[in-house]
């Protein structure tokens, strides 16, 4: 009997032991683990408790493989493929053993898999956080083979996700209409997410989607997985649907030509994939991510961001010291902290005066700029303002004295000539060449320690890889090309953040091409779009706020008509659009008249008092743009539920119009909210002006916003937007 019991208590210890549970405040991830076989999903989902876990039924119907491998069960998709060095093309993985480690707010679980035939293993991380709602998940392939052995797929993860009424919301677009919402429902088939760009990759899609579980998604209610990929190369989310009880989504570097031999000895680290989850909408994922984003993965996530000027709208390539100068008392008057000169500054024998030549040639043009950055520091000191700079370090022109002493660092593939891109003559450096990773680093370097008070960088990349080759990688390894680029980029992002820490850093590339969580750890913010137009800014920054925090994203006013789509907007609706993020202008103040400035001036006052509740606030979106309803709401509320800044934006005007009473969210019901409107323009103040509601009130029932602002007779428009404060 004793002998039995004990045999009882061993089978129950190694059960035990076999289930890996991770805990966020609000959500479980279980895998089973049992050594000698594959790690398995059992549930992820709001957070069970013990008794929960110890009744947690197991899955079927589906499979469950946490990181399934390719070649013992062909017709299912797989997270590793790989070709041995003796030419097989099966692997399988099972459980070694399971690790744990602690740091700081974080507890990584790593189950350890080998295949039993060949020396190859893969770790499978799981990383959760105590203090935000995130799982991020990567493998470690290892070769230990004699041989180098060829990764043809190789994903950072994988999730198994029940079937019902489940729809995936992504971000598609392109150039200047970036990050428009895409919501579908999962159907039987394949839907893929991709990126091919090889420099910039999110611009046509994002490396992130939703799945609402119920449905729809909705923005404040409904049970939703958030997933993000967090890299700044080509990428592909793939989600399969077949026969079984489950959707697959699988995630990872795009593997098209880019097929990786792994050399004896080598280890292969996929990037993160994050995972979170809410049964609070899409609005609660989001909350998710912000959080989580700003505290572990953006740079300088806790502080606030200054008001900027940036030259660009304004002035294009004529820049001269004068110039500079004047527009930086312009943005000192109006109550600005930044002004950052953007392209057209540089070029000694190829001065930069469109965008055909001189990108490599980082010295000043002397002839534009007589004094030098030393002449634009000292009118920023005079101004009271601080000082930016644009570059684009990672690209140079055939016209530059750069590409006449080094034609080997361009990317372009042997017995071709390259393909040129903006202006017939850029072409991209080849960061996977040391040497190009040296003189990119150089460029940063140079400028912030001849000049370290430059405050501001806006580090710009107009081009994707337009030719596959690599003049640096041996020709049997010409499918790294994509990989080594981003591993290139990423050592001279390490090396600029561990030498330059404090300066802050814009990731623009040709406007939102480089919104992503691969970049962002070494960014401080990115460029949402070259589209300045306040009306589609609307669209564009409500898909954009899905994965990233207001405080990332770079939101100006600009001048018009439009330079993108030549639309005309009031002063007021691209203030009011503009200050839902991180605010700054891109016009030449010249130009602007007295009464405007005066308005620009108001609101970035206005701004300063509502920037830590933009800037830091939990956001509750609610009424898209997307539903066509003819206007769209939403709004920042303060962890301690104390302040709260909410938008109103009318998308469209008609007589007769009929607009619904938007409702609000994310107060607390027991407090009483003092209504503020900001950016006034109005003869009359708000019939609410100065009132007083319970947050019971306001999100039950909500406020009547008149159509149109009140204003005198001459000023009138279609446009009508609202900021109100609620304290």
Sequence with gaps: MRKIIMALLTLVSLTISAQVSLHTP?????????????????????????????????????????????????????????????????????????????????????????????????????????????????????????????????????????????????????????????????????????????????????????????????ENEGDVIGAALCYSGNYRLKVETDDTEYHYLFAGINEDNSEYHLKKGETFTTPPLALTYSTEGLSGVSRNFHKWGRKYKLMHGDKERKILLNSWEGVYFDINQEGMDQMMADIASMGGELFVMDDGWFGDKYPRKTDNSSLGDWVVDTNKLPEGIEGLLRDAKKNGVKFGIWIEPEMSNTVSELYEKHPDWIIKPANRDAVLGRGGTQVVLDLSNPKVQDFVFSIVDNLLSKYPEIDYIKWDANMAIANHGSQYLKMQDQSHLYIEYHRGFEKVCQRVREKYPDVTIQACASGGGRANWGVLPYFDEFWVSDNTDALQRIYMQWGTSYFFPSIAMACHISAVPNHTVFRTTALKYRIDVAMSGRLGMEIQPKNMTDEEKALCRKAISEYKQIRPIVQFGDIYRLVSPYDHKGLASMMYVTERKDKAVFYWWKTETMQNQHLPRVKMAGLDPTRTYTIHELNRIDVRPLEFEGKSFSGSYLMNHGLEIPYNNDVEWNKKNEWSSRVLLLE
């Design 26 to 218: 609000k959500m479980t991830l279980v895998l089973n683990a049992e050594n000698g076989k594959a790690p398995q999903y059992v549930y992820f989902g709001s957070r069970l408790s013990n008794s929960d876990l110890n009744r947690l039924q197991f899955p079927t119907g589906g499979r469950m493989d946490a990181y399934p491998a390719y070649g013992m069960n062909c017709m299912a998709e797989a997270a590793l493929a790989l070709r041995h060095a003796d030419g097989n093309m099966s692997t399988e993985l099972y459980t070694t053993g399971i690790d744990t480690q602690k740091d700081g707010n974080s507890e990584t679980v790593t189950i350890h898999l080998k295949d039993p035939k060949y020396p190859i293993t893969v770790d499978l991380h799981y990383r959760a956080y105590s203090d935000v709602d995130m799982i991020e998940t990567w493998t470690d392939i290892t070769n230990n083979e004699k041989s180098p052995v060829t990764l043809t797929t190789f994903a950072s993860g994988m999730l198994p996700i029940r079937r019902g009424d489940v729809w995936a919301t992504h971000l598609s677009g392109s150039w200047g209409n970036e990050a428009r919402v895409t919501e579908e429902p999962l159907e039987p088939g394949q839907l893929i997410v991709k990126n091919k760009d090889g420099v910039r990759n999110a611009h046509t899609d994002h490396a992130e989607m939703m799945f609402s579980l119920d449905g729809k998604g909705r």
